[in-house]
């Protein structure tokens, strides 16, 4: 019997839409995409993170007035509860997502550890 783990892997897909942490995390990304005042922080709040993640790459450091721009935009998404309630159902997904992958790659880790022993 052959097994297509593509196909495995679709399937999985489909299933993690039915989970309580996928789909909160869709009403609260919905919920973003509805709210333009929300949408548009949230867009600027994204900008800033890839930013920080480039300029970690590079090993270079903001200057004074960025990193005031960035603790302003953190502040004023920490106020909003549609952005703070999509952080948390990301974080919520993300640990879902944590534990399959853990799940997933089990047999490697456990390769390793056995070549450890």
Request: hydrophobic share 45%.
């Amino acid at each position: 019997m052959t097994v297509n783990i593509y196909d495995n892997a679709n399937e999985m897909a489909q299933v993690l839409k039915s989970t309580t942490q996928y789909t909160a995390w869709q009403t609260a990304f919905d919920a973003i995409q509805a709210d333009a005042e929300a949408k548009a922080l949230f867009d600027q709040f994204q900008a800033i993170q890839m930013a920080v993640q480039q300029m970690m790459q590079t090993q270079q450091q903001p200057d004074a007035e960025q990193e005031k721009t960035w603790n302003d935009v953190a502040a004023k998404v920490q106020e909003n509860e549609t952005i703070t309630a999509l952080l948390t159902a990301e974080q919520a997904l993300n640990t879902l997502l944590t534990e399959l992958n853990d799940i997933v790659t089990k047999p490697v880790a456990d390769a390793y550890a056995a070549l450890r022993q």
